[in-house]
């Protein structure tokens, strides 16, 4: 006979409801959850750092505010996730030391230089647009703590995408070496925005249990194209061309087809050898090690509320 426990969970899966932290829940489950949400903090927080180093440079005060304050809500992301991660038994500390060893990943999108500050309004308009694609969907998976925290991420993260186009709008309306800069980012920026959503379903390890358990909704091909769906149109009314002879709309699918991105590229990225990768994993350790005295002292000081609590 089924293991009333086992049945209760899938029970639980099949009525789209949502499994919470004391719910008894299958060792595979909790171990995907810990893989995907650990990487999905890790990305919010590594990306913090090609967008960081224009806070010092934007040309205008409005913005070097408005990218401070997106560059807070990534480091705030990942925090929440972090905590959405340790509702499953994950310890924080572990995790960044996974991360600063090399032993977990984060998005391959944040290894890529932002050489312009085109850059910053690019990432915005394709890895935030990329993000809400990825995202949106994710409200709705099984774990309760990950979908919760999606919802707050997601309207943060549309304002984000909203600040890069408007902000390439700008440059758009500007000199020609504006726009020719903005051209240029989007070409550098397009075919590894592209490679954020995984490897082609045929070549995803992880896609059937996640998709079985109703953490990924869609597929990796399928969030992909929604995204060039959704951007093609954008690119159009910016002026911009997309760097994809083979992009074109294809009326029965009622949807664009477009070029193969380079998955060797990806797994090349993914294993550690992406144009920054070193740089961006350095700074995280050396930020962590800055940081130690910072932990060490809000530990004592929480210690002492603790012993005055008690006296
Ligand atoms: N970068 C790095 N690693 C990637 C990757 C990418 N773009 N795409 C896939 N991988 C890894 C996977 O993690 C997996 O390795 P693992 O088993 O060691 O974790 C392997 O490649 C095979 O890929 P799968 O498709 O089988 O893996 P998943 O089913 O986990 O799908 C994913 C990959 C779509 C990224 C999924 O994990 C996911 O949706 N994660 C949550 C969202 C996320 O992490 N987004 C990252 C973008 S950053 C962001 O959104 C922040 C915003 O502020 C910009």
């Known amino acids: 006979p089924p293991d009333p426990l086992q049945q209760h969970f899938d029970d639980t899966i099949a009525r789209d ?18 893989r995907q949400i650990a990487q999905h903090a890790h990305s919010e927080i590594i990306g913090m750092q090609p967008e960081g180093d224009w806070i010092t440079r934007a040309p205008s005060l409005r913005r070097k505010a408005i990218l401070f304050a997106k560059v807070q809500d990534e480091a705030g992301h990942g925090l929440y996730l972090y905590s959405a991660a340790e509702t499953l038994g994950a310890d924080r500390a572990d995790l960044t030391r996974r991360l600063i060893e090399g032993r977990q990943k984060y998005s391959s999108i944040f290894n890529y ?45 549309s304002f984000h995408q909203r600040q890069g186009y408007e902000l390439l709008l700008t440059m758009m309306r500007g000199t020609e070496g504006q726009r020719a800069m903005v051209q240029n980012a989007v070409d550098r920026w397009w075919w590894p925005s592209l490679m954020m959503f995984g490897p082609p379903d045929g070549d995803s390890p992880n896609s059937a249990q996640s998709t079985a358990w109703k953490i990924k909704r869609h597929s990796n091909d399928e969030l992909r ?70 932990r060490e002292a809000a530990a004592a000081h929480a210690a002492k509320q603790a012993e005055r609590r008690e006296e």
């Open 113 to 157: 230089p932002a050489d312009t500050f085109a850059d910053v309004g690019v990432i915005g308009w394709f890895v935030d647009g990329a993000a809400i694609c990825n995202q949106v969907p994710l409200c709705r998976s099984s774990y309760g703590p990950y979908a919760r925290a999606m919802v707050r991420v997601c309207k943060e993260e």
């Open 17 to 34: 409801h949502r499994v919470e932290p004391r719910d008894w829940m299958p060792e595979g489950y909790r171990r995907t959850l810990v």
């Open 225 to 294: 194209q929604r995204f060039v769906d959704m951007t093609v149109p954008q690119a159009e009314r910016l002026g911009v061309t997309l760097p994809d002879p083979e992009l074109r709309w294809n009326e029965e699918r009622g949807s664009h087809d477009f070029g193969t991105p380079d998955w060797t590229e990806l797994q090349r990225v993914i294993s550690g050898d992406g144009p920054r990768n070193a740089e961006r994993v350095s700074r995280r350790r050396a930020a962590h090690e800055e940081g130690t005295w910072v």
